[in-house]
């Protein structure tokens, strides 16, 4: 007979203390907790937290999100509002406030993360196909940051997709997964190098290491003589 399983104790929250550590908080981080948790609370709570504030009536979906909701749809929403401007916020820089970041960039920053937290998820159990096209729709916007073409956010100093900090921790090994599902060796081998070059040089050995573990033989092999070509 099998011993019962015990679950975790919950962690209790003093509700008081929560409130003067967020008093501690920048804007920025307030704005990316109240992001997060509006995911968390069940409809009735979230429509009444935000009918004391806002319009419900103006909150209403529209015809195409109430329609078509998954991961893919949404990411390619984004990626629309994110390259016609509907982020892009900028302000009046000067030496008081070149660290800050404006309400648009912090908004985007919230939304790819969550964004990129479902591709995680969803990587374990949808089509590999379409977890992989959205997975690549994001890492493309953030290419786009690092080409200095300022349209999608706003930086007031030097920016890059650095200040977004994506969990590549986290993120990576799913995206490997469903690549490894999906591409041709070559490709795997290839999108592999190039990503960690340009995002994640400091875990690129052991990112490779878990990359070889989802890849198939011949994608392990290709990887192999890419390896071997970008040392020489």
């Not at 390619?76 to 406030?97: H, I, L, P, Q």
């Not at 916007?141 to 690092?146: A, E, G, P």
């Not at 300022?150 to 993120?171: K, L, M, P, R």
């Not at 050995?205 to 573990?213: S, T």
Request: hydrophobic letters at 40%; a negative charge; proline letters at 5%.
């Amino acid at each position: 007979m099998n011993a019962p399983v015990k679950s975790r104790p919950s962690i209790q929250i003093d509700r008081d203390k929560l409130r003067a550590a967020i008093r501690n908080l920048s804007n920025e981080y307030i704005f990316y907790l109240l992001s997060e948790a509006i995911d968390l609370l069940p409809p009735a709570k979230l429509y009444k937290l935000a009918k004391g504030y806002l319009d419900p009536e103006q909150l209403r979906p529209d015809a195409e999100s109430a329609t078509d909701s998954g991961l893919l749809a949404d990411v390619k929403r984004f990626e629309k509002a994110s390259r016609t401007g509907g982020y892009y916020e900028s302000f009046d820089v000067n030496g008081k406030n070149s660290t800050q970041k404006s309400t648009g960039t912090s908004a985007w920053i919230a939304d790819c993360l969550r964004l990129l937290n479902r591709c995680v998820r969803d990587a374990r159990k949808s089509d590999p196909s379409e977890v992989r096209l959205a997975f690549d729709i994001l890492f493309g916007l953030l290419d786009h940051i690092d080409e200095c073409l300022d349209d999608v956010i706003f930086f007031a100093d030097e920016g890059g997709s650095w200040q977004v900090g994506v969990d590549w921790d986290n993120v990576l090994p799913p995206w490997f997964k469903v690549l490894s599902a999906t591409a041709t060796p070559e490709e795997y081998a290839e999108r592999i190098l190039e990503l960690l070059s340009n995002h994640y040089r400091y875990g690129h050995d052991k990112m490779l290491v878990i990359a070889r573990r989802q890849a198939t033989p011949a994608q392990r092999q290709a990887m192999a003589k890419a390896e071997a070509t970008c040392t020489r």
